[in-house]
């Protein structure tokens, strides 16, 4: 999973910032293997009360449809700003998925 150190960060800074990209996509990923599709916005909204904004979302999402963990569909449905959001779906099932 990938850290896109804009801020270019360094030393114990950017361990930390690794790891919690880490756990975001993680935590992503199991939303898709308990829901097995949805958009960034519904994943953002499970995830709310863990403030983790929605770009991070966003960019999990990216992360692990690179990874072809996830696929996007053709598919879409409103979010939460009222524009259209495509739908992702997992590749794998469960047992499949390496932690």
Same mark, same amino acid.
């Given at each position: 999973?990938?850290?896109?150190? @804009? =801020?270019?960060q360094?030393?114990?800074? &950017?361990?930390?910032?690794?790891?919690?990209t880490?756990?975001?996509?993680?935590?992503?990923?199991?939303?898709?293997?308990?829901h097995?599709k949805? =958009?960034?916005?519904?994943?953002?909204?499970?995830?709310?009360?863990?403030?983790?904004p929605? =770009?991070?979302?966003?960019?999990?999402? @990216?992360? &692990? @449809?690179?990874?072809n963990?996830?696929?996007? @569909?053709?598919?879409?449905?409103?979010?939460?700003?009222?524009?259209?959001?495509?739908?992702?779906?997992r590749?794998?099932?469960?047992?499949?998925?390496?932690?």
């Amino acid at each position: 999973m990938a850290y896109y150190n @804009t =801020t270019r960060q360094k030393g114990e800074q &950017l361990k930390v910032s690794w790891k919690k990209t880490k756990s975001q996509d993680d935590k992503v990923m199991e939303y898709f293997y308990e829901h097995g599709k949805g =958009t960034p916005s519904e994943v953002w909204i499970y995830f709310r009360d863990s403030n983790v904004p929605i =770009t991070s979302i966003r960019r999990s999402i @990216t992360n &692990l @449809t690179s990874s072809n963990l996830l696929s996007k @569909t053709d598919n879409k449905k409103e979010g939460v700003y009222g524009r259209p959001e495509y739908i992702w779906e997992r590749r794998y099932k469960m047992e499949d998925w390496e932690r």
